[in-house]
């Protein structure tokens, strides 16, 4: 039901910066919870960061606190992710993925809640 599509990666060089997007087509954007994954071959899907919707609190992963920011535009149906300060260690594929539901805050950063996914876009951070 829910559409999810993201833009915005690309190679960066070490310390610099990038904008991920991830438009919805949900016609209650609002009260969704939003959130980006991010992904490496071999590994797990990681949390990185997610908005709980109307209650417009965020959440991020120890790895990203402090460099990266969430943020969503309701009006535009649109999610974001402002990445600063990138390293190395920050190259994967980042998801956007939604939540139709409200999430218990010891549950958001879990990849099993969310309903919707987007395609992925790739951030490569070069040294």
């Known amino acids: 039901q829910v559409q999810l599509v993201e833009s915005g990666g690309g190679l960066v060089q070490a310390g610099g910066s990038l904008r991920l997007s991830c438009a919805a087509s949900?016609?209650?954007?609002?009260?969704?919870?939003m959130a980006w994954f991010r992904q490496v071959p071999g590994k797990e899907r990681e949390f990185v960061a997610a908005?709980?919707?109307?209650?417009?609190?965020?959440y991020y992963s120890d790895s990203v606190k402090g460099r990266f920011s969430i943020s969503r535009d309701n009006a535009k149906n649109t999610v974001y992710l402002q990445m600063n300060s990138l390293k190395p260690e920050d190259t994967a594929v980042y998801y956007c993925?939604?939540?139709?539901?409200?999430?218990?805050?010891?549950?958001?950063?879990?990849?099993?809640?969310?309903?919707?996914w987007g395609q992925g876009t790739q951030v490569t951070v070069s040294s």
């Open positions: 993925a939604a939540l139709e539901r409200g999430a218990a805050i010891a549950t958001i950063k879990s990849r099993f809640q969310y309903d919707y």
């Open positions: 908005s709980s919707g109307r209650s417009s609190s965020v």
């Open positions: 949900g016609r209650t954007f609002i009260s969704y919870t």
